[in-house]
């Protein structure tokens, strides 16, 4: 929204802007922190991937 646009707002308005704005700014910081989390989770999936279910595989394919 341009700031002509808010200047214009009535003081009921710019404090329903103000508000929804506040709360997707929070909802944006949220999200980039769920990305982070997911990113960390992806990580450890991968990890147990490569040290636990690819050698208990190979393990069971070399005593068969």
Known sequence: MANKEY???TDKQKAHYDKWMARS???????KGMQQAG????????LLTLLITIPI????????
Do not use: A, P, R, V
């Open 7 to 9: 200047k214009d707002m």
């Open 25 to 31: 700014k929070k909802m944006g910081s949220t999200g």
């Open 39 to 46: 990113g960390k989770m992806i990580g450890c999936g991968c």
């Open 57 to 64: 595989i190979l393990i069971i394919i070399f005593l068969l």
